[in-house]
């Protein structure tokens, strides 16, 4: 799902693109073919392990480095427990957890912090919603 987002993302006009996963050997050939099909773009990746909030960090940093900015934060980061709830562990149940809920919430936590950085604190707390 991420990949095609991205793709989707670059057809509109997307600049710049830094993927962050920790086993980038199973999407290096549809980065690849990113890469290729979009060359005035820059397509970058990174191995981060998105439970560690130091390593989000410091990813975070690199892809300014290359970037110039973060404007954007799409986060498809996840794994499923393919066993019955009856079957699980605690222990694999915390491992889905915590990549899923805690990871999710790091890299939004990492990217807003750069964000706030960037100016863009302002339109984060001057949004409004109609309900």
Request: glycine share 8%.
């Given at each position: ?16 693109l ?114």
């Open positions: 799902m991420g990949l095609s987002a991205a793709r989707a993302l670059l057809e509109h006009g997307l600049s710049g830094m993927i962050f996963d920790l086993d980038l050997g199973q999407a290096e050939d549809k980065i690849q073919e990113l890469r290729t099909e979009f060359p005035a773009a820059t397509i970058s990746s990174t191995v981060v392990n998105i439970t560690d909030d130091v390593a989000l960090g410091q990813a975070v940093v690199e892809t300014v480095k290359q970037l110039g900015s973060i404007d954007i934060l799409l986060c498809f980061a996840g794994v499923v427990g393919c066993i019955h709830a009856i079957e699980m562990t605690g222990t694999e149940f915390k491992r889905v957890l915590d990549i899923n809920t805690t990871g999710s919430f790091l890299c939004a936590q990492a990217v807003a912090k750069e964000m706030i950085k960037q100016g863009m604190y302002f339109l984060a707390t001057n949004a409004s919603v109609k309900t």
